[in-house]
């Protein structure tokens, strides 16, 4: 069973809206939680990454969110622009010293339309 | 930061046949990691390389499949062996630099197709 869970699976929004993303996770013992945002043939790219005691953190139109009681996160993208149009993938860093034990959501894929 | 290389971008091979993928990284580097994403799906960890030693596999996958050679800090391969249509995927090399709370950063991926 997945232990990160992402929702919506996918979403369509108007350029310059606001969309918000989330994440529910059951990972632990728990590291860090990590958005990365996945462009159609590329890679992953790291959004942001937070750890036990951070709730809040910001990578320009991206606000991530964390709430370590209830194990959840979301991913606010403020202003939505076309060049959003990807898939966002939640990441959980289940160890506290085990590189690259990561628990990958299955991603939501946003789409955003002029 | 780290920038990684992947070759090649993408492929299309035939049933039964075997092909290498190679990452670079742009420095030295500890921890690489091969990951496999299949269409619509998450990304699941094949293995982590670490020079000087043997790739550790996770479960579901071995290396007589998916061997993996790791001759230097700054570079790696990926062989898929003896491929099925099973196979068609997008194989990714990762790697982590920094401390266990810094991001991974990946390669664009190889984009394997497989008649």
């Known amino acids: 069973k997945n232990q990160v869970e992402q929702s919506p699976q996918s979403l369509i929004i108007l350029e310059g809206k606001n969309c918000t993303l989330q994440c529910n996770y059951t990972v632990s013992p728990f590291s860090n939680l990590r958005w990365y945002k996945q462009d159609t043939g590329r890679g992953p790219v790291s959004l942001t990454i937070m750890t036990f005691s951070e709730n809040t953190k910001s990578n320009g139109r991206y606000t991530a969110t964390l709430d370590a009681d209830t194990k959840q996160s979301s991913l606010h993208i403020t202003a939505s622009q076309l060049s959003d149009s990807a898939s966002y993938i939640c990441?959980?860093?289940?160890?506290?010293?085990?590189?690259?034990?990561?628990?990958f959501g299955a991603g939501t894929q946003v789409v955003v339309t002029p | 930061s780290a920038v990684i290389s992947q070759k090649p971008s993408r492929d299309i091979c035939q049933r039964g046949t075997s092909l290498t993928i190679q990452c670079q990284v742009d420095?030295?580097?500890?921890?690489m990691f091969w990951y496999r994403q299949q269409p619509g799906q998450s990304l699941t960890l094949i293995a982590t390389?670490?020079?000087?030693?043997?790739?550790?596999?996770e479960s579901g996958f071995v290396i007589d499949k998916f061997p993996i050679s790791r001759p230097n800090l700054t570079f790696s391969t990926l062989t898929v062996s003896n491929m099925s249509p099973e196979d068609s995927s997008i194989y990714l090399c990762?790697?982590?630099?920094?401390?266990?709370?810094?991001?991974?950063?990946f390669g664009d991926g190889t984009r394997l197709s497989i008649l």
């Open positions: 990441v959980v860093s289940g160890t506290t010293d085990s590189w690259g034990k990561l628990q």
């Open positions: 420095s030295q580097v500890t921890m």
């Open positions: 390389a670490n020079q000087g030693s043997e790739a550790t596999y």
């Open positions: 990762s790697v982590a630099v920094g401390g266990i709370n810094q991001p991974q950063h």
